[in-house]
T-cell receptor, first 108, second 113 residues
Framework: RKEVEQDPGPFNVPEGATVAFNCTYS??????FFWYRQDCRKEPKLLMS???SGNEDGRFTAQLNRASQYISLLIRDSKLSDSATYLC?????????FGTGTSLTVIP | EAQVTQNPRYLITVTGKKLTVTCSQN?????MSWYRQDPGLGLRQIYY???????DKGDVPEGYKVSRKEKRNFPLILESPSPNQTSLYFC????????????FGPGTRLTVL
């Protein structure tokens, strides 16, 4: 069983749309949670950490539900530049587990 | 500029020919890690290091070795590469235990024939 599961998409949305991604994790001992963004075959870059209380950074909102073991990312007012693959990442101890990523294309 | 560098960026080699991929960071990070990324499998952790002379296996360590003799460097060694090690490899560093952001190098695309 994979530690982290994501819907691979693709999600194709028009500019200005709101889009949400979900991610589930299997290990209740998971400690820290992140969303990374990866542009085509480039290195992943941190988009935001995910806190239990939920957190927002501009158009991006992340939520964590420990009881149900899922993490979500909401993108409002999508821009063309948001087109990328979004990786859900879970930390257990000193190890990191990545989801396979969700592909987003924002269409003009 | 704060960064993680990897070399080489691209490498084509043959089965059994030992190779080393270097990784260096200039952020004084304690934590460093190697990942491989394969289609449909995502990034999987190969090895990680909490500090100098401290290394541990990740999820897919078979066929790889690492060393951490200096804080800034964390080379990945393939003693006898095989075609199933053809992949995109990323090195990453982070500021502490696993709770913090990781910064990734640009990646090394390895092909083993």
């Amino acid at each position: 069983r994979k530690e982290v599961e994501q819907d691979p998409g693709p999600f194709n949305v028009p500019e200005g749309a709101t889009v949400a991604f979900n991610c589930t994790y299997s290990n209740s001992a998971s400690q820290s949670f992140f969303w990374y963004r990866q542009d085509c075959r480039k290195e992943p870059k941190l988009l935001m950490s995910v806190y239990s209380s939920g957190n927002e950074d501009g158009r991006f909102t992340a939520q964590l539900n420990r009881a149900s073991q899922y993490i979500s990312l909401l993108i409002r007012d999508s821009k063309l530049s948001d087109s990328a693959t979004y990786l859900c990442v879970v930390n257990i101890g000193n190890q990191f587990y990545f989801g396979t990523g969700t592909s987003l294309t924002v269409i003009p | 500029e704060a960064q993680v560098t990897q070399n080489p960026r691209y490498l084509i080699t043959v089965t059994g020919k030992k190779l080393t991929v270097t990784c260096s960071q200039n952020m004084n990070h304690e934590y460093m890690s190697w990942y491989r990324q394969d289609p449909g499998l995502g990034l999987r952790q190969i090895y990680y290091s909490m500090n100098v002379e401290v290394t541990d296996k990740g999820d897919v360590p078979e066929g790889y070795k690492v060393s951490r003799k200096e804080k800034r460097n964390f080379p990945l060694i393939l003693e006898s590469p095989s075609p199933n090690q053809t992949s995109l490899y990323f090195c990453a560093s982070g500021g502490g235990a696993g709770y913090n952001e990781q910064f990734f190098g640009p990646g090394t695309r390895l092909t083993v024939l």
